[in-house]
T-cell receptor, first 115, second 112 residues
Framework: GAGVSQSPSNKVTEKGKDVELRCDPI?????LYWYRQRLGQGLEFLIY????????KSGLPSDRFSAERTGESVSTLTIQRTQQEDSAVYLC?????????????FGPGTRLTVL | AQSVSQHNHHVILSEAASLELGCNYS??????LFWYVQYPGQHLQLLLK??????LVKGIKGFEAEFIKSKFSFNLRKPSVQWSDTAEYFC??????????FGDGTTLTVKP
């Protein structure tokens, strides 16, 4: 596609439910990143993929968070047993490679609200 | 661990005023530096980046940034802002290990 797409754009869920967020990167981009942005704060790195493997998962806040990527394309971020502090905008980005100089192209984000 | 500090959380300027947004980073190795911008209702997008060569880099819409290695800084500048520059600006650092670290962002409001 022309850009990074994410779905859903908005998700409201009840505390304790599981949610799954999806990211479709730009075709041909081998690197994919997930970030979390809480209200009024910067982007918090969660995880990145090079191909289908995740060399750096250091940003995942707890074992309730997991992510996978298949076919060097779509990625899903799963949050189990959601908590109110998980409420945030979740941003996905992709780049040609994970190299240091490569520009990241961002999607529109998924706004997650946990009631 | 790397970190990024943006000194100003909210800047308010009148049109034609000059702009400088501060960005300092903490990392001892080679870094690649970025400024991203998010206009109201739009995605984050690249404004400019530095990875080698001339430390003064020019980006879109008349923005520039200067990398001063001794000060661990990468400040963003524009000589004369326009109302359309109203946006949130993020400084980011990326090492060659793939992970990016972003600052908390600076919201710029330009009054017409």
């Amino acid at each position: 596609g022309a850009g990074v797409s994410q779905s859903p754009s908005n998700k409201v869920t009840e505390k304790g439910k599981d949610v799954e967020l999806r990211c479709d990167p730009i075709s041909g981009h081998t690197a994919l990143y997930w970030y979390r942005q809480r209200l009024g704060q910067g982007l918090e790195f969660l995880i990145y993929f090079q191909g289908n493997s995740a060399p750096d998962k250091s940003g995942l806040p707890s074992d309730r968070f997991s992510a996978e990527r298949t076919g060097e394309s779509v990625s899903t971020l799963t949050i189990q047993r959601t908590q109110q502090e998980d409420s945030a905008v979740y941003l996905c980005a992709s780049s040609i490679t994970s190299g240091g100089t490569d520009t990241q192209y961002f999607g529109p984000g998924t706004r997650l609200t946990v009631l | 661990a790397q970190s990024v500090s943006q000194h100003n959380h909210h800047v308010i300027l009148s049109e034609a005023a000059s702009l400088e947004l501060g960005c300092n980073y903490s990392y001892g190795g080679t870094v690649n530096l970025f400024w991203y911008v998010q206009y109201p209702g739009q995605h984050l997008q690249l404004l400019l980046k530095y990875f080698s060569g001339d430390p003064l880099v020019k980006g879109i819409k008349g923005f520039e940034a200067e990398f001063i290695k001794s000060k661990f800084s990468f400040n963003l500048r524009k000589p004369s802002v326009q109302w359309s520059d109203t946006a949130e600006y993020f400084c980011a650092v990326k090492t060659n290990a793939g992970k990016s670290t972003f600052g908390d962002g600076t919201t710029l409001t330009v009054k017409p």
